[in-house]
């Protein structure tokens, strides 16, 4: 690995061009070299604007679901079939289903029930995962698709989701220049929710907040 392309990848990074950092590591992916930490981020990027190539990030993510960061992969691949394009092969789901015991696992598959209009089921997984960990995005989920909670339960509801965020404008946050640090940041802001922009948190607060 050349030091000219780690620092283009560090300054891509650093100023958020996911079109140049994707430029960067696609062809590392299909040349069979790049790490899995690089794999998992170009198909991150590839799912996000102005890229938006939904079918190169599930292929990217279907290669790794066999692999060292398969959780990952699974857990991306099933954001990008409940949230963007719910078509395509669902082999994420035996993956997400080999952990049991992961709060995360059982959120995108009640993500994933939604999707597919099983109510049922959106809610069952939902309120599992919430008995194993509970974290912004799966509270926020539990008080969008729960119609019959009480007043008491949906405010310790969102009480317990803002003790968790710990960035309410996202937006500013200092830079990261590293790609795990570029992965983590996406995976607070976009799965578990723990950095939300201000206008996310503007949007969450006015429908779940106090009045």
């Not at 509270?139 to 509801?157: A, H, P, Q, T, Y």
């Amino acid at each position: 690995m050349s030091s000219t392309f780690v620092e283009s990848l560090r300054h891509a990074i650093e100023v958020a061009d996911n079109k140049a950092v994707v430029n960067l590591l696609e062809p590392r992916v299909k040349d069979g070299v790049a790490t899995e930490s690089e794999k998992l981020l170009c198909g991150v990027l590839l799912l996000m604007p102005p890229l938006a190539d939904y079918e190169a990030a599930a292929a990217i993510f279907g290669c790794m679901l066999d692999g060292e960061r398969r959780f990952e992969a699974a857990v991306w691949d099933a954001y990008r079939f409940a949230i963007l394009m719910p078509d395509g092969d669902q082999s994420f789901e035996r993956v997400l289903r080999s952990s049991p015991r992961s709060a995360i696992a059982a959120y995108m598959l009640s993500l994933v029930a939604d999707a597919q209009g099983d109510a049922p089921l959106a809610i069952n997984e939902n309120a599992r995962s919430l008995a194993l960990r509970r974290f912004p995005f799966n509270v926020s989920n539990s008080l969008k698709i729960r119609s019959g909670l009480g007043e008491s339960e949906k405010d310790d509801l969102w009480r317990s989701a803002c003790d968790l965020i710990v960035s309410r404008s996202a937006e500013s946050d200092s830079a990261v220049s590293t790609v795990e640090g570029a992965l983590q940041r996406r995976w607070d802001n976009l799965i578990v929710g723990t950095r939300l922009t201000s206008q996310l948190w503007a949007e969450y607060n006015k429908a779940f907040g106090a009045p």
